[in-house]
């Protein structure tokens, strides 16, 4: 018996690794712009790396080395850093009841990412509960060393790459927007899901048109989210 739950623990290890490989497109090219970026920041190629193992949070890290670059207060880094993170108190509920009936869990969310939560969102319901923390270690390991791996190509060879290639400086910034459509665009078959993400993308140009690019995101996502519940919610109570 022992063995066969090693046997499934290992073929859903497996599965959650080739599950993330698709990641590793929007990861790694935004994991070079931030090593780079770190690098002409003032930080060292050692330092970018450890900030990836550490921090690990994406638009968090290019907030921190710009804030720390200009000399900005510790405390308004840590707190600035703390708003941007806010989100993951939705996202770790929402995935623990998949996921708590082992004790190793808890650890298991520092490599919480939101593409991460997205694809596990998805594939941990679908999963027999003995196979779900063996697939969430997969892919989140994957999606954790490619964007540590990712750093350390920009801290070290980002100038000779952009210097050799200085197309990369314009393509790299679009990895990652590129990489939540990806995400999102097999939830357009669903009328809810494409009418609550129609409505989000509409508000975030508006306010982005209109010279408010910083209130776009947050006020299209509650929009969004808001269409989206009140239509569920109507479609429920005419059934």
Do not use: K
């Amino acid at each position: 018996m022992s063995d066969q739950v090693i046997s499934a623990g290992g073929r859903a290890w497996v599965s959650g690794v080739r599950d993330a490989i698709p990641l590793l497109s929007g990861y790694i090219p935004v994991a070079v712009s931030f090593g780079l970026i770190a690098n002409q920041a003032g930080f060292s190629s050692w330092e970018a790396i450890i900030i990836s193992l550490v921090i690990y949070a994406g638009a968090s890290q290019f907030l921190f080395v710009g804030m720390v670059a200009s000399g900005a207060p510790l405390w308004l880094v840590v707190v600035m850093t703390l708003l941007i993170n806010a989100r993951h108190l939705v996202y770790a509920p929402n995935l623990a009841p998949w996921l708590t009936g082992n004790r190793w869990w808890f650890w298991l969310m520092h490599g919480l990412t939101d593409q991460v939560f997205a694809l596990a969102h998805t594939r941990l319901p679908a999963l027999p509960s003995s196979e779900r923390l063996g697939w969430f270690t997969g892919a989140m390991l994957l999606a954790w060393f490619s964007w540590v791996g990712g750093t350390a190509l920009g801290a070290f060879a980002g100038q000779e790459l952009t210097g050799r290639w200085p197309l990369l400086n314009d393509v790299m910034p679009f990895a990652l927007p590129a990489l939540f459509v990806v995400l999102l665009a097999p939830r357009f078959t669903s009328w809810l899901w494409a009418a609550a993400l129609g409505c989000a993308i509409v508000v975030a140009l508006l306010f982005a048109a209109n010279g408010l690019p910083n209130m776009a995101i947050p006020v299209a996502a509650l929009l969004g989210a808001a269409v989206f519940f009140v239509m569920q919610s109507n479609t429920r109570a005419e059934v």
